[in-house]
Antibody, heavy 113, light 112 residues
């Protein structure tokens, strides 16, 4: 069974940093591109970015480019999202997803002073 | 960015009934590789989105044949037949053809 388990969400102050993790199991993690998607309190879904199988290539949404970094550790079957200089608009549930269609349960990030 | 417009915003359907959701994109979703990367997701209450349909008309693993997708270019439709209680939730279309990938704003399905 495919499982994606995110962690690392919390309350963070504007301008602060946070690192999310997503541990994958039930499939060969190193064979799949992985994405991060977020859902705002108003329920809108926004694609954040993606990373290729070996971590050598990433693509980002313009809204977070240069502030967020996606990386992966295939030996640990883990995907990461490093968030820097966060803003109140970054408040959302963050999901890791496989390009084959599976989603994690999500983790909440709240940006507030 | 490609804008995905879903209609209606909400709908109410009787158990056993049939309904459809429309999704229109601001640009053609035909990729240069010939594929059309249009997906449909269902987000049930309190859950993360789950994939129903990929590349316009292909049902994801375990998705019942009550769900069907169709369309081409910029106009796409999700049809749900023999509606069951577990079908309630918010349906989203999603395009992966153009960067950045974008979602529709959702259609909330309620059961009468």
């Amino acid at each position: 069974e495919v499982q994606l388990v995110e962690s690392g969400g919390s309350l963070v102050q504007p301008g602060g940093s946070l690192k999310l993790s997503c541990v994958a199991s039930g499939f060969t993690f190193s064979n799949y591109w992985m994405d991060w998607v977020r859902q705002t309190p108003g329920k809108s879904l926004e694609w954040i970015g993606e990373i290729n199988t070996d971590g050598s290539k990433t693509n980002y949404a313009p809204s977070i480019k240069d502030r967020f970094t996606i990386s992966r550790d295939n030996a640990k079957s883990t995907l990461y999202l490093q968030m820097s200089n966060v803003k109140s608009d970054d408040t959302a549930i963050y999901y890791c997803t496989t390009t084959s269609g599976y989603w994690g349960q999500g983790v909440m990030v709240t940006v507030s002073s | 960015d490609v804008v995905m417009t879903q209609t209606p915003v909400s709908l109410s359907v009787s158990l056993g009934g049939q309904t459809s959701i429309s999704c229109r994109s601001s640009q053609s979703l035909v990729h240069s590789d010939g594929n059309t990367y249009l997906y449909w997701y269902l987000q049930k209450p309190g859950q993360s989105p789950q994939l129903l349909i990929y590349k316009v008309s292909n049902r994801f693993s375990g998705v019942p044949d009550r769900f069907s997708g169709s369309g081409s270019g910029t106009d796409f439709t999700l049809k749900i037949s023999r509606v069951e209680p577990e079908d309630l939730g918010v349906y989203y279309c999603y395009q992966g053809t153009h960067y950045p990938p974008t979602f529709g704003s959702g259609t909330k399905l309620e059961i009468k």
